[in-house]
């Protein structure tokens, strides 16, 4: 029995010596930068979509009915209907960086299953022959995380800025307020 553990032993530390013990903790490594990235990723994802619902909600409310734009002059009128295009604007940046999040998230949830496979088959025992491209195709998605999300995060920033500074200003006019 004992010489099957210290086989077993010499086997196991002589397949951590080897290339496919170096992948699979490189691969164990990634996998763990992954999971704390993940959570980043998710928190955008969840601001991209409140926003984009906070936005339709603002302009929603940008609505005025007959009797409301009766009383105001053409002028005022012809202001907020550029005010509303503007916000309109606004609506498909939302829209731009929703798709691009979606897009991103997608990829990054069927890379999640990539790389749950090669690690099922190097825990297996099994050498994916890919293995080293997937790896660096994998380094290359986390690099890529936090300056697209950084991007994102400020197109954001400034749209929302932007949209808050319209809808107050549509507001102002809408309620009878000098620009």
């Known amino acids: 029995m004992k010489k099957i553990v210290g086989i077993i032993t010499i086997a196991a530390i002589f397949y951590a010596c080897t290339d496919g013990g170096k992948q699979r903790e ?17 928190a955008f994802v969840d601001r991209a979509e409140t926003e984009q619902i906070n936005w339709q909600e603002q302009y929603e409310r940008m609505e ?7 009383v105001l002059d053409e002028q005022t009128r012809d202001q907020l209907m550029e005010i509303k295009t503007t916000c309109r604007e606004h609506g498909a ?17 069927e890379q ?41 995060g400020k197109q954001l920033d400034l749209t929302f800025e932007s949209c808050q500074q319209t809808c107050q200003h549509f507001e102002k006019l809408a309620a009878g307020g000098v620009e």
């Open 112 to 152: 999640t299953g990539e790389m749950e496979k090669l690690s099922k088959q190097l825990t297996q025992g099994q050498n994916p022959v890919d293995l080293e491209a997937q790896t660096a195709e994998f380094r290359r998605t986390l690099s890529n995380v936090k300056p697209k999300l950084s991007a994102w």
């Open 64 to 70: 005025l009915d007959f009797e409301e734009l009766a």
């Open 26 to 42: 490189a691969l164990e490594n990634i996998s763990r930068e992954w999971n704390k990235t993940y959570a980043l990723v998710n």
């Open 93 to 109: 940046v939302y829209d731009q960086v929703a798709e691009a999040v979606e897009a991103f998230a997608i990829r990054w949830e």
